[in-house]
């Protein structure tokens, strides 16, 4: 089944999902059932309504807009997000990114409008048309579901909760958790308490901190996404430690402390929050930063079966000649396989990072024969929690090894890094107090440090402008308009800050050992549209998976330009 699009919702395909309870279908759409006056996930396990019965909306917010109220036997509002806010980048889709970071909570539908660069007017016409509801109503949507989540996970007062989840009174936040609900505040948490079977087991709420369970579509990589967060890991404002990944964050209101582990079928989230109000904007960044709204069934979909395809014709001229090499591990293992032990070798070794491969790496020409290769499903192209940062921690990776920028932004965050409460001791320095005072504190080539600290000049002027309300052809304008930032860096930023689905980083020393590898030329791409970032990480960690998996030898740092 393919995703479903917002704008034409297909009947047959809708209903199809929710008679098999499909739940890669949840968030994608929703079942607003006439007879009973309700909307659910396709994943509901209550009966298939009849044909006669059932409608198919966008957003929750349509359907709250209609008159319908939320199931609470599925929470519909508690499915992942919809992957289609990523894979389009039109206006819709840019406006539900800042609305999940709580712009218009913070400045109303005009912010909204002036940061998407059109009128009050035309922005709610467009989000009418392409998502059933106005950016009042998609926001109202945002501060119903940041509501229930605090009345039934914590303690916290019902007026904390009111202002905390965005309503401005408390009267309007009773209002909309009934309308939404069809329960009161009160009833709601009693329920949710009877349901643990224990009135006193509620997260606690001291110092604004609450445990979160974060839902994805499965299947997840976890080893990939456990290797990237430990690898990157800067002491002083970030820690890995037992498979849990702890840093601190900026926030609207403040900031916040959140504790990360991956489990079964969900992230488990501890977050320690500054202010309460910043809790919806960073469950939202979270879930950027793990690329949780992700469809990996779809993505496999395409890539597996072109990947092999691609793969017989560029394995045929070498399968005689190479008979001692496999792209296959013993027993089908796939060609990127990375388990936790693999991980630990690479974390252990010095390493390039992701950069501009030299123009003597070649691409296209495979070095073993097989006749297929597979890719280990449910792979994740990690977002990022901090525009500025993400850029600014980029750029001082240029041309050293992860350990190296590690230790290059460990020293600037403990310089320049205002401290906080917690297991983690600091923050990432603003960019106006790196723009003034960067140059003092970092090291290297002299022009490498005049382009961070222009960047975080820039950044700090308002001249560069990162949130994800961008379009990724603009964005990359403006990156590749600073002093150092070369296309690969530009790609790579635009990737991980617009969660960009379809950009190659064909220029990556890593991504071409890996296509190297496979046999697979990145001069011919168009067969993996709209999922070439997924590409770009299969490449990346089949080049690790190899290095990990070949015997020790002296490590050395490889160069990278850009």
């Known amino acids: 089944m393919d995703c479903v699009t917002i704008t034409a919702l297909d009947f047959e395909q809708c209903y199809r ?3 098999t309870r499909d739940s890669r279908f949840d968030g994608q759409f929703f079942t607003a059932v006439r007879t009973t006056g309700i909307y659910c996930r396709p994943s509901c396990p209550a009966i298939t309504p009849k044909r006669a019965n059932v409608s198919f909306l966008p957003t ?15 929470l ?5 997000g919809s992957p289609l806010w990523n894979t389009r980048a039109d206006l819709a889709a840019r406006a539900m990114r800042l609305i999940g970071d709580g712009v218009i909570e913070r400045g109303g539908v005009p912010a909204l409008a002036a940061t998407l660069g059109y009128s009050q007017r035309q922005l709610t016409r467009v989000l009418t048309t392409e998502l059933g509801a106005g950016p009042l109503a998609l926001a109202r949507a945002h501060r119903a579901h940041t509501a229930r989540l605090l009345i039934q996970t914590t303690a916290m007062p019902m007026s904390d909760i009111a202002f905390a989840a965005g309503f401005a009174s408390i009267r309007q936040f009773n209002d909309t958790v009934r309308e939404v609900f069809a329960v009161s505040p009160t009833t709601m948490r009693t329920e949710a308490q009877r349901v643990r079977k224990d009135p006193g087991q509620t997260t606690p709420t001291a110092n604004g901190t609450l445990s979160l369970r974060l839902p994805f579509r499965e299947p997840l990589d976890r080893a990939w996404l456990e290797w990237f967060l430990s690898a990157h890991v800067v002491p002083g404002m970030e820690l890995w430690e037992d498979q849990v990944y702890t840093r601190n964050l900026r926030t609207p209101h403040g900031h916040s402390t959140a504790r990360l582990s991956i489990r079964g079928d969900h992230v488990r989230a501890e977050l320690a929050l500054h202010d309460m109000r910043d809790l919806a904007p960073t469950v939202a960044r979270v879930r950027h930063l793990l690329d949780l709204d992700a469809d990996p069934v779809g993505i496999d979909e395409v890539l597996g079966a072109d990947a092999t395809a691609a793969l017989r014709e560029g394995a045929t001229s070498t399968r005689r000649g190479s008979a001692t090499s496999t792209r296959r591990g013993s027993a089908g293992r796939p060609v990127d396989a990375f388990d936790a032990e693999d991980a630990r070798r690479v974390r252990t070794a010095t390493l390039p990072d992701v950069g501009s491969a030299p ?3 070649g691409t296209g020409t495979s070095r ?4 297929r290769v597979v890719f280990t499903p449910g792979i994740r192209v990690p977002g990022c929690l901090d525009g500025p940062e993400l850029l600014l921690r980029t750029m001082i990776g240029q041309q050293i090894s992860v350990s190296a920028a590690a230790t290059h932004t460990a020293r600037l965050v403990e310089a320049l890094g205002d401290q906080v409460e917690g ?3 600091r923050l990432f320095p603003t960019p106006d107090v790196i723009a003034e005072r960067g140059a003092e504190v970092l090291t290297g080539p002299s022009r490498r440090i005049r382009s961070i600290v222009g960047a975080a000049a820039a950044l700090a002027a308002g001249d560069l402008q990162l949130h994800a309300g961008r379009t990724a052809a603009e964005l990359r304008r403006d990156l590749l308009a600073l002093d150092g930032v070369g296309p690969w860096t530009a790609d790579y930023v635009t990737m991980r800050l617009l969660a960009d689905p379809d950009i190659l980083l064909d220029t990556d020393l890593v991504v071409r050992q890996g296509a190297d590898l496979l046999g697979i030329d990145l001069s011919d791409t168009a067969r993996w549209a709209p999922w070439r970032s997924y590409l770009s990480m299969h490449l990346w960690k089949t080049a690790l998976s190899r290095r990990a998996a070949a015997p020790k030898r002296p490590a050395r740092s490889a160069r990278k330009t850009d």
């Open 17 to 19: 999902a929710v008679s």
């Open 60 to 74: 929750a917010a349509a359907a709250q807009h209609e008159g319908y109220r939320a199931c609470r036997r599925c």
């Open 76 to 80: 519909p509002d508690a499915a992942p």
């Open 359 to 361: 123009a003597t790496v």
């Open 368 to 371: 073993a024969g097989a006749d």
């Open 423 to 425: 297991p983690a001791r």
